[in-house]
């Protein structure tokens, strides 16, 4: 399995300068790979293909007046940026074919120097190290500080300086994990859980405990709105308004930077603790065009259920999904009998048949695991999850032992 390990990089000013002509080397060289094949489509000619883009767009390139800049940062990120339009394309026909997962993939788009993220890529070709020192030595940038906050646990593949909205830097390398190191790490238990998720509370897990929402976005509201005003009320173009830009985006980072802890911290301890998970398959798309809509996007079910997948694949874990159309609500865990929709006000109810009194969430949570069928595997029946696809999300990086040098 290939994970991303992000850590906080502190580039000084001359690596400032650097970093931003490569992002525009890569901003360029990609939009000369979307104009030529736009080009190529309304002239009804075949699309370039990836070598002819190189030398044209790349080697040519740098041999005439308008593109001689290019040679001033490395050659692989140019190299990169056309391998990213290619797989923006490959993913375009992937949708209209209907072979795509996820949502429809539009056209690949210009990208503009005003995007709130700005990347480069450089793999192992590029000679990038890591010094003794602990800095991250780049092609044509420099060694640039890193705060290592955890130890990488093989030698990376690849590393991704990123640029965000708030103007922080980032370097994401990633890293082949080892399956044995990891099954060390966690060993089997013949535990099991069901957890139904909500609004009140963030989780109500089927052994009865409650975690509360810590409603991130909602205490920071305040803040938010003070900072929002402050940049409505600035000129546009002037200097005031870029730093209440910033202002802004940093609020909305710390938000997403404490959502994000929450929901590694949870999801590993569930992890650790249990053999077998069981969630909904909940709609939050659908969800999110309610009323309910800032409290949904605030909790952040997604991403939460998506840490669950990849650490119960990578950990020799169960995660099983059960559909969203299950009454786990309306069905007395004691006794089994659908007892009916009830008001969402009524936070307790008895059922008609065995005279059980439920609380609401903890009944549905327990319904949860015993419509996955993990009910039964706590009697020790060994719980093992299949094959699954690689996964790529971006770990947190947060709270990570300290290291001089990486690998």
Not at 188 to 196: A, F, P
Not at 209 to 236: G, N, V, Y
Request: contains cysteine; hydrophobic residues 35%.
């Amino acid at each position: 399995m290939q994970l991303r390990y992000a850590f906080r990089l502190y580039p000084d000013t001359g690596q400032r300068i650097a970093l931003s002509r490569a992002f525009g080397c890569a901003r360029v060289v990609f939009n000369d790979a979307v104009r030529a094949r736009e080009d190529a489509r309304k002239a009804e000619q075949p699309f370039p293909k990836a070598g002819e883009l190189s030398t044209r767009l790349i080697t040519q390139a740098k041999r005439t007046a308008e593109r001689s800049w290019l040679g001033e940062v490395s050659a692989v990120v140019l190299q990169q940026s056309l391998r990213d339009a290619e797989t923006a394309y490959r993913n375009f026909f992937a949708s209209l074919k209907g072979t795509h997962k996820g949502p429809k993939t539009g056209s690949p788009r210009f990208k503009s120097r005003k995007d709130a993220r700005q990347s480069i890529r450089f793999t192992a070709n590029a000679r990038w190290n890591i010094t003794n020192s602990g800095r991250l030595n780049l092609p044509k940038i420099g060694a640039v500080k890193v705060t290592w906050s955890r130890t990488l646990p093989t030698i990376p593949t690849s590393v991704t300086v990123i640029k965000d909205a708030a103007g922080r830097y980032f370097a994401s390398f990633v890293i082949d994990t080892d399956p044995a190191a990891d099954a060390a790490r966690m060993p089997e238990t013949d535990r099991t859980i069901g957890i139904d998720l909500g609004l009140t509370h963030f989780a109500v897990l089927s052994d009865g405990t409650k975690i509360d929402s810590p409603r991130f976005l909602r205490r920071a509201e305040k803040k938010l709105k003070k900072a929002q005003r402050e940049l409505s009320r600035t000129q546009k173009g002037s200097k005031n308004r870029e730093k209440a830009r910033l202002k802004v985006a940093r609020a909305h980072a710390q938000v997403t930077d404490a959502r994000r802890e929450f929901h590694h911290q949870l999801s590993t301890r569930l992890i650790s603790e249990n053999q077998g998970i069981a969630v909904e398959d909940l709609s939050v798309a659908g969800l999110a065009r309610t009323r309910l809509a800032k409290s949904v996007h605030d909790a952040g079910w997604s991403s939460f259920v998506n840490m669950l997948q990849y650490k119960a694949a990578r950990y020799g874990r169960t995660l099983v999904k059960i559909g969203r159309f299950e009454p786990t609500s309306q069905t007395c865990s004691t006794c089994g009998v659908k007892d009916g929709p009830k008001p969402l006000n009524a936070r307790e109810w008895t059922c008609a048949a065995c005279g059980t009194v439920h609380d609401w969430d903890h009944n549905a949570a327990k319904n949860v695991k015993t419509a996955a069928g993990l009910a039964a595997s706590a009697c020790g029946a060994p719980v093992r999850p299949g094959a699954i696809p690689a996964q790529r999300e971006e770990t947190g990086s947060h709270g990570f032992p300290t290291q001089a040098r990486a690998a």
